[in-house]
């Protein structure tokens, strides 16, 4: 059967594209990168793709704020986005790719408004560490299929506290399952800094929508897809299951199907 | 909707002023061209000057501003290693010895000599280049850079251009690698430096967060991993700190030569051209007052990545045959490099994209704007290469092109500013000789330990100081700054452990989704030596130990040092003073035959000279002199690779080397407040050997974990291990094999003698431990992991020298650094 063709989107500043790619093409998809410069003269089209990614990293340099204006370019030469969002594709937005999806509006709901954003880690710095996290057994999303409840994940961020903007979006956020992971400790309770890295409001670490194929998250899967990756490879101790492989597998397969 | 970024290069107007020559500079006296020099700026010496006036006189005419500063800038310390690479009469105290080249006498002559089939390029690109992998498809570029005068006028932007630069070299190593690894190495006055310090100068604890910002801020927005890297703390660098970037990169076999045709388009790629950075590369060899913070370039990383995206696509489709980055002296020096590669070159400068219209031709030839590389693109190419940096966002502009007739033109909008001959700049720098004087100190002589155990403290007390002292105690403050992570290649981490915060000794890198192959496991290791404190004694034997420490951090994570790969970084204070040019000879000496006793070469280095500043009281002090050794080996299979962390109860522990009273320049000396005698003396013959043992032993599996024994000896690595693994360590001292007769529990504990690494062995193979390893010259068990969570010591007699519990001792451990950068 043919590899679904992936569209691995690159602004200047992504920098997590390359083992992206190699994370999709490991599971059997045919990624395909591409810049902004080469959507915004037409020359490619997203709803010629069977899914979109949004790598990490700091797109335009995280001036004006982290993922902002590649938010803005989303909104402005991506206008099929939505729709290719509403036919129930995948589209995946990695740690910069996830704030530039929310500015968008894209998450965590597809209204195109802008309903939560990020802040600056509550340490006040950039911080590298592997996380526990807890995903939401009852959300809907393609990308969690087989997934343990309790995995572990790096972040490498400054600017990923998630903030809300009103107590409210919280609660229809808890109804609709979009809350896909939640930063816990290593027993899986809620808990704070560094549990919680950021900061981020009810130690929201991903979102989905209430479909379930639009994911985003500060974590970043394609750095755990060996078990080399884990901090911890050389004890025997630790699940071993490459659970970043994993995200991007239930991904292609959905594809596939 | 137009993106700013995208608007065409405009040249500025071209009100270039009719070309100024220096006017009678041709009847200027040697003291006339001096005050010249000084006032300009350009750090040459009175043989230079006259080589110069001599040149021109034979061109008989006067030279203009750009061809002087041309001159500069080609001539400086900087771009031509003029002390490594003039003769110099080397005194050390019973003969001399006449030295015509310290580079191609000592480090150099050690890669010659060694002749190993893998090293690709030595000394001669912007990085040395060994092969990587089986496949024979792959080869490693490794650099490592300083960036020390900008850095103590302006941490910050001096720590992240420093890492640009060393990544600009990496990308302009062969026709450009991919870099996958960048590593930082900082030396810094005591971060709880309270003394006076002159008006201008940075304080220590200051300087040191700004460097980190400055190299976060720029190594993560560029997506390259920082894993490996370094900290040290001493007053002699609380003036002139010391900030060494180092970088490795990826690249195919086929990428590794380069050679530009005539005709060939010479193009300026990445960033434009302003007023930053002009004279970085004279002033670097002057002494630091303050004066010169303009000389600090502006760095703009999300530039230096679109370039790095741009450029590695444009490789892969062959779009141009040549590469070089601007680098100190800007075009000055990248696009005479290419001229002196290919024969000669003609540019014209009023074609180069500013970011200012104001330059004067000069400063556009000299400026030192950062993010920007000169091409050379056969004419057909130019297409292709303009849409695929137009993709990226990225400018580039044609300055010129290739001419094969041996000169280097210069023009501005028609008029001419500057035409050289390329064999005058390439061979017309004169040589003088130098003197240099080495005297051995006396306390290095004495062959006894003055350390008095009846005096000294309880060794729980040494020990609890030497976690918390800042050149040990945890770096994970700093590090989780950084993105280690990027790319998915980081494999064997800085941080390890059950908590993921123990202290690796090297970083491995398995650069799969570097080099889009899922399979195979090949994969390398870099690591560091950094010893000032032997160097104060005696920089011969700190040039070895470094070089020991290197490898035996590349041994404790299973890497094959047949083939590890050495890079130098020299940073001396002033060559013009014997004394100070004599202990850089005697480091280069002992850089030889480290090299030769160990069998691995030098691919690449760079001296920093002249790192010297005034102190409060208007005393002009030289850095101490300071030899970083980085190293980079393969690893064969990364599935074998191996953590410091203890991973079990039960297994014996094992001990390579032998100990001797070292403690010559020891932590526990300074801890004690003593003057150590026993300097360690590293015996290359018999650690190589050891390292052997151990690595076939590894490649069996029989090493669960092993931690380097460094500063404070037996006890530091032995807490560190237990406190990273959370289970005990009971060593007995009456096991160790020693150099002597060493009654001291102190001695033993905290001596510093090189070549040991502790190992720890899955009991239940121990015995087929013993076997692998048999080719070890000293190989002892000394101790036990048990379940306890303690580190438990018996001495010779018998009797407990301590009993600590590991979590007490981690908390002292994590505290010092994290406190002072919170």
């Known amino acids: 059967m043919k590899a679904p063709r992936i569209l691995v989107l690159r602004a200047p500043g992504v920098n997590c594209d ?62 099929d986005l939505r729709h290719l969002v509403r036919q129930k594709r995948p589209v995946l937005g990695v740690c910069n790719g996830f704030q530039a999806l929310v500015k968008a509006g894209l998450l965590p709901f597809g209204s195109g408004e802008a309903s939560a954003g990020f802040a600056a880690n509550d340490s006040g710095r950039f911080e590298a560490r592997w996380v526990h996290l807890r995903l939401n057994t009852q959300s809907s999303s393609l990308f969690f299929r087989g997934l343990p409840e309790m995995i572990e994940l790096p972040v490498a961020h400054g600017e990923g506290k998630l903030v809300l903007r009103s107590p409210r979006l919280l609660e229809d956020l808890k109804k609709n399952h979009s809350i896909a992971m939640q930063y816990v400790s290593d027993d899986g309770k809620l808990a704070g800094y560094p549990a919680n890295p950021n900061g981020s409001v009810f130690n929201i670490a991903a979102l989905s929508n209430p479909e379930g194929n ?35 597998r239930n991904a292609v397969e959905y594809c596939r199907s | 909707m137009k993106n700013a970024v995208l608007t065409t290069p405009k040249a500025a107007p071209s009100a270039a002023a009719p070309q100024r020559t220096v006017q009678e500079f041709l ?10 020099s000084r006032k300009s700026v350009w750090s040459l010496s009175e043989a230079e000057l006259l080589a110069a006036q001599a040149y021109f006189k034979k061109e008989s005419r006067e030279p203009t501003w750009t061809e002087m500063e041309t001159v500069a800038q080609y001539w400086s310390e900087h771009c031509r290693h003029k002390t490594f690479n003039s003769p110099i009469a080397y005194s050390d105290g019973s003969r001399t010895r006449r030295i015509k080249s310290l580079f191609a006498e000592t480090v150099a002559k050690a890669t010659k000599e060694l002749k190993k089939p893998w090293c690709l390029s030595t000394f001669k690109d912007n990085a040395g280049i060994v092969s990587f992998g089986k496949s024979g498809k792959w080869a490693l570029a490794l650099k490592a850079e300083t960036h020390n005068h900008p850095c103590a006028l302006e941490p910050y932007g001096g720590a992240a251009t420093g890492l640009g630069g060393v990544v600009r070299d990496v990308l302009a190593a062969g026709l450009g690698a991919k870099p996958v690894l960048a590593t930082d190495v900082f030396c810094f006055g005591r971060p709880d430096d309270r003394k006076p310090l002159p008006e201008g100068a940075v304080p220590p604890l200051r300087g040191l967060l700004s460097a980190v910002a400055g190299v976060g801020d720029y190594g993560n927005r560029l997506g390259i991993p920082l894993a490996a890297g370094g900290l040290y703390f001493d007053d002699g660098y609380r003036l002139t700190p010391l900030v060494f970037a180092g970088c490795a990169g990826i690249l195919p076999r086929w990428a590794v030569g380069k050679a530009a045709k005539p005709g060939d388009l010479i193009v300026a790629a990445g960033g434009r051209t302003g007023k930053d950075g002009i004279h970085g590369a004279t002033f670097s060899s002057t002494e630091l007052d303050g004066s010169a913070r303009a000389a600090v370039q502006i760095g703009h990383p999300i530039n230096e990545k679109k370039i790095l995206d741009a450029l590695l696509q444009a490789r892969d489709r062959k779009l141009y045959r040549f590469i070089t980055d601007c680098g100190a002296g800007g075009f000055a020096c990248a696009v005479t490099e290419l001229a002196a590669a290919a024969g000669g070159a003609r540019v014209d400068l009023a074609k180069a994209p500013l970011k200012t219209a104001d330059l004067e031709p000069w400063e556009i030839w ?15 190419n130019l297409r ?100 280690y992570e990027v790319q998915a290649g980081t494999v064997i981490k800085p941080l390890q452990g059950v908590k993921h915060d123990g202290p690796g000794d090297a970083c491995v890198i398995w650069p799969r989704a570097a080099v889009g192959e899922a399979e195979g496991f090949a994969g390398f290791a870099l690591s560091h030596g ?11 034997w700190m040039s070895l130990a470094c070089v020991d420490e290197a490898l035996r951090n590349l041994v404790c994570v299973g890497a094959d040092i047949s083939q590890a790969a050495l890079l130098d970084n020299f940073c001396w204070g002033s060559p ?25 070469p030098f691919v690449s280095g760079k001296d920093s000279l002249y790192n010297e500043a005034k102190s409060a009281a208007g005393k002009s002090a030289p850095v101490p002199g300071t030899l970083l050794i980085t190293a980079a080996a393969p690893v064969r299979d990364v599935r074998k690779s191996v953590t410091m962390d203890v991973k079990a109860p039960g297994n014996p522990l094992y001990l390579l080397g032998s100990t001797a009273a070292d403690l010559a320049g020891s932590l526990c000396a300074e801890i004690l407040g003593v003057e150590g005698a026993g300097l360690p003396r590293v015996d290359s013959k018999t650690a190589l050997k050891g390292f052997r043992a151990v690595l076939a032993a590894m490649d069996k599996g029989l090493v669960l974990s092993a931690h380097d024994l460094s500063e404070g000896g037996l006890a ?85 020298v301590m009993e600590e519990s590991i979590a007490a001792l981690k908390a002292r451990w994590q505290k010092t650094l994290s406190e002072a950068l919170a």
């Open chain 2, 366 to 380: 000299l400026s030192e704007s950062q993010e920007r590389m000169v091409l050379a693109v056969p004419p057909a």
């Open chain 2, 716 to 800: 530091v690595a032995a807490a560190e291990m237990a406190f990273s693994g959370e289970f005990g360590i009971r060593l007995e001292l009456d096991a160790l094999a020693c150099k002597g007769v060493i009654y001291s529990p102190e001695v033993l504990l905290f001596s510093e003698s090189p070549s040991r690494i502790l190992l720890e062995v899955p009991a239940d193979r121990e015995a087929e431990f013993v076997r692998a390893a048999k080719g070890a010259p000293v190989l002892r068990c000394v101790g036990r992991t048990i379940a306890n969570p303690i580190l438990k010591v018996k001495g010779l007699d018998g009797l407990s």
């Open chain 2, 384 to 483: 292709a290469l303009e849409k695929i940096f137009a993709d990226s966002f990225c400018e580039i502009a044609v300055l010129g092109e290739v001419v094969r007739n041996g000169r280097i033109t210069v023009e501005h909008g028609g008029a001419r500013v500057a035409d050289l001959s390329l064999n005058f700049l390439e061979n017309g720098l004169p040589r003088a000789e130098r003197k240099a004087v080495w005297k051995a100190p006396k306390a290095a002589k004495a062959g006894k330990a003055t350390l008095n155990p009846g005096a000294g403290r309880r060794c729980a007390e040494i020990l609890s100081a030497a976690l918390a002292h800042p050149n040990v105690c945890s770096r994970e403050s700093v590090v989780r700054r950084y993105d």
């Open chain 2, 530 to 540: 950094l010893n000032p404190a032997y160097g104060k004694i005696d920089p011969y």
């Open chain 1, 214 to 248: 639009c994911l985003g998250l500060m974590p970043h899967p394609e750095r755990f897809t060996a078990i080399y990756h884990h901090p911890n490879w050389t004890r025997q101790t630790f699940f071993k299951h490459c659970v970043g492989l994993e995200i991007f």
């Open chain 2, 27 to 36: 009847d200027l006296s040697a003291r006339g061209l001096a005050e010249l």
């Open chain 1, 18 to 79: 390359v083992e992206t790619e190699a994370a999709l093409k490991f599971v059997g998809g045919a990624p395909e990168p591409a810049t902004m410069a080469e959507v915004r003269a037409g020359r490619v089209r997203v709803l010629d793709y069977a899914m979109v990614v949004f790598p990490g990293g700091f797109s335009y340099g995280d001036d004006l704020g982290a993922g902002k204006i590649l938010a803005v370019q989303i909104r402005s030469y991506l206008k």
């Open chain 2, 576 to 600: 013009d003073n014997p004394v100070v040019l004599g202990t850089l000879v005697r480091a280069a000496l002992g850089c030889y035959d480290a090299a030769k006793g160990f069998q691995t």
